[in-house]
């Protein structure tokens, strides 16, 4: 009988026993296996009872998960996390942008003047590409630094998981899985780092939801964008001693918008896009395990911060150059960058938004962090105004919210730019770097497609809506 | 017939040895023996990797944290170990993503040393993948990890009735603290170069229609396939409609899969990765 | 705003247009597809009745087909008609039956048919209702090698999730497995083989009972007007005339009777109880994955705590914590509840 006879054989013979031994094979193998293994841990394992000792893992777990403690422990351990996120990236960051933008922008220009670069190879490199990296690199690194390292060290502790077991019920209602409270948690640190978070979501459907909604948490390339324009055109609405209050009560309704809408198209989507995805609910929850704290730090520093650090920073390139670019191409006349907000205008102002801000954020794709330096350029650049900036092409901010304000007023900008730009920075499409980790971690064009497309449509539809109410109000 | 000299026992322990280990990081091109870290998620694998290799994998106290599989390498009394992190499973016999990786590792990827991490403080169900790595592969070395949590928890486990129990070498440690780890790198060197041979656990409480069926299986197997280690296991899988196995039996690779009693294998160096 | 309602319409025609003559997927051409379509699925649906009759020994007429097809005789006749045309079947009197290559063809679609139940039930969220629906229009799409790619990336399943068989590639089946329930002894043990789906009156009556194929079930009385029996803990009520259409095997005595209709639902914390069994309606990925955990019968599992707004509770499984939802920890039936000393 030849080999290859006898290896069709045992197909063949494979394949008429399966009808034989019945449908629950596969049952039958597991409790096999677990007899043998419950066999011989009876047999090798004994539990010294003598003492009742005191049970630190459950103790904790009570604490962790009891009606009445349970929430404030959550909350207030997300509060230390976010204050000392936000209070110790403030130094970090402000030395980190007067090193970029007042020490090393001046002196590269200055090098590049004494070696006689032409001023287009000048502008591309320093003014257009140098910047945006400077800028990507100071508004994330600090938060970043700061934010996943603490993150880690709740997750080596052990107590993520119990935090996903105490919301769970909520995010099952929008057809979620609990553990996506932590990748929501890690999307306000960053989106593309909240994405790879959803990893340790290991049923496929909820993981997708997971993946498609974290671009509603704000990231913290946005919250400078929130916080600026809150205080410019909501906070000085108050009477000046409200006025912190105001703003800071107004970034906070755009969070909680964004977990609603978190909710909402987690909902959606599991009923429609997503209702044929298989779905296997399991949460484990380990025992908790004193953190490393050195070698957390040291790892979640590589792994995330630098990762993600990385990507933004390969994107930001071509987006610095871009953004010179369409402001110093001349086309009849006028600059790209005006050809194309006057393009866009109609429709920006449609929904409440101009051009200005349009460009801005297709320009601005790879990341949230250069939004605001690239509007107020372009806003100079489209209304003419001398002396405010650096000059066509460089992206800037001003030292004080009311010169911004004073610029921003100068090209038209109303409370409805102002809270429609509030809204869209939360609903517009994840940037670049997210988009590049969501098509790396879902292996599918259609999916980041569709994380692509659904905010910027909530985006233009809820933006349209605030306008057209806006307007009727009287506003 | 006696049972294998208890490998718990400590007079053999290692510890002089651990000079000899040099971290190799991932920088190695030439390796006599590869050795694959499988186990259940949240185990210490990607710590024992870590502590094996002198590499900074992430670890992280969540089930599902490494999800791409990760190589590096020591060297140990001459001879260079490629070390490869498998994903943490709970099973072999679903058919995640996950676990077909580690199933194909451990199958194809034919690894001179197989260590299988247990969490000591719940090892029932650790059990059962250590039962399942043992149906493919008898060239094995459990660790069983997390002995200071275990003895925290006041549980003894007795590590030489385990390892008669397994057939195969058990050694306790605490890979965190780096406990144990000499003398599991003595073990793995003893298994890869033949110095410790492996009578790996069967399983036994099939029920009896499922015996039969594996048996009649395991003899045409046996005419197509002769000196297959693992025929019984290749029978379950072919009983529950492995796609991947059958390919295995019908194109003949699994014949590839025969390979020289175990410390046979000299330990000549191969080149490049596997 | 007048500008932009030109434009706006233009863009909105064209895409009406797209979408109306789009090549091969347009809505036009689909329609044009189902009208087609609908001819060819009507004689596929007759040869899987005469293969269903065939299988269980009994005569196909004219009339049976109607009332399976729910068409109008007349219009059968027609069909009837075209399909001996086609040489799929040849009758002899008022009987019908399947010609060789009429068998062939039934057996692909009844293969498409369960594979893709299966594939329904076991890779994708939907639920049991879902399934067959769903089947019964996929079966007349899939080509033959497209159901060999899918059988093939599912591990070729032998049964479809109601327990049937699913016919090879070859268009084997196996023999009809199992015996009346109707033959059982009072307290012989036995596991539901089948359920027949026609008539499907019986059928609905079966399904209303909740009975499925894998469950476990013990006859206690046996009389001329009805059969008792236990399953899961409850006790069912047939006419023999409807115990007829379930098929069972038989189980060896010595196995334990499971007693309990009590499920890890109910399990409190500070309690413990031992698994009896999985339900059926727990399957696919999410079985294997409980089952991975070491849910299964025998398992003694303690519910630990719940979360602070009631749902999920951690249950202690073989050491591990393991949180489990409402109604996941409903499908999981459980022995009596003690509390934990
Ligand atoms: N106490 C203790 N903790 C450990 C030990 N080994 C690993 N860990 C911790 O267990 C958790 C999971 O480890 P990891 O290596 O990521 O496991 P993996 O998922 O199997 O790769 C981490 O928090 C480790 O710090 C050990 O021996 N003792
Ligand atoms: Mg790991």
Redesign the interface.
């Known amino acids: 009988m030849s080999p290859a006879n006898s290896r069709e054989e045992v197909l063949e013979a494979a394949a008429n026993l399966r009808w034989e031994v019945g449908p629950d094979l596969h049952d039958s193998l597991m409790e096999a296996l677990y007899t043998d293994a419950a066999r011989i841990s009876d047999r090798v394992l004994s539990r010294d009872d003598a003492r009742p000792a005191f049970d630190l893992d459950r103790t904790i777990d009570r604490l962790v998960t009891s009606r009445w403690l349970g929430f404030p422990i959550m909350m207030l351990l997300m509060a230390v996390v976010l204050w000392v996120t936000i209070t110790g990236a403030n130094v970090p960051s402000s030395l980190l942008s007067s090193l970029f933008l007042e020490t090393l922008h001046p002196a590269l220009k200055q090098a590049a003047a004494a070696a006689g670069l032409a001023w287009w190879l000048d502008g591309l490199l320093i003014d257009g590409m140098f910047l945006a990296v400077a800028w990507v690199v100071s508004v994330m690194l600090p938060p970043m630094a700061i934010f996943f390292p603490l993150f880690t060290l709740l997750e080596d502790f052990g107590y993520l998981p119990r935090v996903a077991f105490n919301l769970d019920r909520w995010f099952k209602m929008a057809g979620a899985h609990g553990k996506q409270a932590l990748t929501m948690a890690m999307g306000y640190g960053c989106n593309a780092a909240g994405v790879v978070a959803t990893r340790v979501i290991d049923s496929p459907r909820e993981r997708l939801i997971a993946t498609l909604t974290n671009n509603f948490s704000l990231c913290n390339g946005r919250w400078p964008t929130q916080i600026l324009i809150a205080t410019i055109f909501i906070g000085s609405l108050a009477p000046p001693a409200l006025a912190g209050l105001v703003s800071a009560g107004s970034v906070m309704a755009v969070v909680l918008l964004g977990v609603g809408g978190t909710f909402l198209v987690s909902w959606g989507l599991s009923r429609t896009l997503l209702k044929g995805e298989a779905s296997a609910f399991s949460l484990e929850l380990p025992p908790y395990r004193p953190p490393r704290i050195l070698q957390t730090i040291y790892t979640s520093l590589i792994d995330r911060t630098l990762i993600v650090l990385w990507r933004a920073v390969v994107f930001s390139v071509p987006a610095g150059a871009a953004i010179w670019l369409v402001s110093n191409t001349h086309v009849g006349g006028a600059s790209l960058a005006e050809h194309l907000i006057q393009g866009m205008n109609p429709f920006g102002l449609l929904i409440g938004l101009n051009g200005v801000i349009l460009l801005a954020y297709i320009i601005a794709i790879p990341a949230n962090e250069i939004v605001i330096p690239t509007v107020l350029m372009l806003t100079v650049v489209s209304a003419g105004l001398p002396g405010v900036g650096e000059g066509a092409g460089v992206m800037f901010e001003l030292d004080s919210a009311s010169a911004t304000l004073g610029v921003l007023e100068a090209d038209g900008w109303t409370l409805l730019t102002g809270i429609n730009l509030m809204l869209f920075s939360l609903l517009h499409n994840p940037c670049s770097t997210t988009l590049y980790t969501i098509w790396k971690e879902t292996g599918s064009v259609k999916w980041t497609a569709a994380s692509a497309l659904l905010p910027v449509a909530m985006g233009f539809v809820v933006c349209f809506c605030v306008a057209q109410a806006f307007r009727w109000l009287g506003g | 017939m006696k049972p294998n000299p208890p490998p718990g026992a400590c007079e053999i322990c290692p510890a002089h040895h651990s000079a000899n280990l040099k971290r190799l990081g991932v920088n190695m091109d030439r390796y006599h023996f590869v050795v694959a870290l499988a186990g259940n998620p949240n185990t210490g694998k990607s710590t024992l990797f870590n502590s094996l290799t002198g590499l900074r994998q992430h670890t992280g106290n969540w089930p599902g944290k490494t999800v791409t599989r990760a190589e590096g390498g020591f060297a140990y009394q001459g001879s260079n170990y490629k070390l490869v992190d498998l994903p943490g499973t709970y099973s072999l016999l679903s058919t995640s993503t996950d676990e077909e990786i580690a199933r194909d590792f451990i199958l194809f990827g034919q690894p001179d040393v197989t260590v299988i991490v247990v969490d000591a403080t719940r090892l029932e169900r650790n059990l059962n993948l250590v039962c399942q790595v043992l149906e493919i592969t008898g060239r094995a070395v459990v660790c069983l990890n997390l002995m200071d949590e275990a003895e925290r928890h006041r549980l003894t486990v007795d590590e030489r009735s385990l390892a008669r129990e397994l057939g195969v070498p058990v050694v306790p440690a605490a890979a965190r603290q780096g406990r144990g780890v000499p003398m599991l790198i003595d073990m793995i060197h003893q298994v890869a170069t033949g110095g410790f041979v492996c009578k790996p656990h069967r399983i036994q409480s099939e029920p009896p229609a499922l015996k039969r069926a594996v048996s009649l299986l395991v003899e045409k197997l046996g005419a197509a396939f002769p000196d297959l280690p693992n025929a019984r296991w290749v029978a379950l899988r072919l009983l529950e409609g492995d796609a991947r196995i059958e390919e295995a039996v019908r194109s003949g690779e699994l014949a590839g899969l025969v390979r020289a009693p175990q410390g046979a294998a000299t330990a000549a160096p191969a080149e490049g990765a596997g | 705003m007048n500008e ?1 309602t030109g434009p706006l319409l233009a863009v909105l025609a064209a895409l009406a247009i797209y979408f109306l003559f789009r090549p091969g997927r347009g809505w036009l051409e689909r329609w044009r597809r189902r009208l087609r379509l609908s001819d060819r699925v009507l004689s596929e649906d007759a040869l899987k009745h005469l293969y269903h009759c065939e299988y269980e020994q009994r005569v196909a007429t004219v009339q049976s087909l109607s009332g399976a097809l729910g068409t109008p005789v007349e219009k059968v006749a027609g069909l009837v008609q075209r399909i001996e045309a086609g040489e799929l079947a040849t009758s002899e009197g008022a009987s019908l039956r399947l010609t060789p290559k009429g068998r062939e063809y039934a057996l692909r679609i009844i293969r498409a048919h369960r594979l893709w139940e299966r594939y ?1 039930s ?5 639920k049991e209702p879902d399934w067959h629906k769903r089947a019964e229009q996929q079966e007349h799409r899939l080509t033959s090698s497209e159901a060999d790619a899918l059988a ?8 479809d999730p109601h ?1 049937d ?1 699913i016919p ?1 590639q070859r268009g084997q089946l ?1 023999p009809r497995r199992g015996q009346p329930l109707t033959s059982l002894a009072v307290g012989e043990r036995a596991r539901i083989a089948h359920l027949e789906d026609e008539p499907e009156a019986v059928y609905a009556q079966l399904v209303a009972e909740g009975l499925h ?2 469950m476990a079930v013990q006859l206690t009385h046996v009389s001329a007007e009805r059969i008792c029996f236990r399953a899961e803990g409850e006790e069912h009520v047939l006419a023999p005339i409807v115990a007829a259409n379930v098929a069972v ?1 038989p189980l060896p005595r010595e196995q334990p009777v499971e007693e309990s209709l009590e499920t890890l639902a109910v399990l409190e914390p500070g309690q413990e109880a031992t698994v009896v069994g ?1 339900s059926p309606n727990c399957r ?3 079985r ?7 849910l ?4 003694v599992v303690a519910a ?9 509770t ?1 249950f202690r ?9 409402g109604e ?1 920890a409903a499908n999981i039936r459980i022995g009596s509840r003690r509390q934990v000393a």
């Open positions: 932009l329904l076991e890779e994708t969220g939907l093939a990336r599912m591990g070729n399943p032998p049964f327990g068989p090879t196996p194929p894998l095997v999985l696919g990925l999410e294997r994955r409980l089952m991975d955990l070491g299964l019968p025998g398992t630990e705590m719940r979360s602070p707004v009631g749902d999920p951690a499984i073989r050491g591990a914590l393991i949180a489990l939802r996941q």
